[in-house]
């Protein structure tokens, strides 16, 4: 079990995020981290098609000190 997925399930538990739904966590954290895999990949995707490779320090999207 990596960090993320541990820390993640200790979230939901703490904050009872599971109950609504009736879910357990360790099924929460899956569908979380594939909807976090798939925006990944999408935005990848879109970034190809647009001819652009984002980054954080990207100069081109740095916001100007005035």
Same mark, same amino acid.
């Given at each position: 079990?990596?960090?993320?997925? *541990?820390? +993640?399930? /200790? $979230?939901?538990? !703490?904050? *009872?995020?599971?109950?609504? /739904?009736?879910?357990?966590?360790?099924?929460?954290?899956?569908?979380?981290? &594939?909807? $976090?895999? *798939?925006?990944?990949?999408?935005?990848?995707? !879109?970034?190809?098609?647009? &001819?652009?490779? +984002?980054?954080?320090?990207?100069?081109?999207? $740095?916001?100007?000190?005035?």
């Amino acid at each position: 079990m990596n960090d993320f997925y *541990s820390e +993640l399930c /200790s $979230l939901i538990n !703490r904050y *009872s995020a599971e109950n609504d /739904s009736n879910t357990p966590d360790y099924l929460l954290v899956k569908f979380i981290e &594939g909807c $976090l895999n *798939s925006f990944n990949n999408v935005t990848k995707e !879109r970034d190809k098609w647009y &001819g652009v490779h +984002l980054e954080p320090a990207n100069k081109y999207f $740095l916001k100007k000190e005035k």
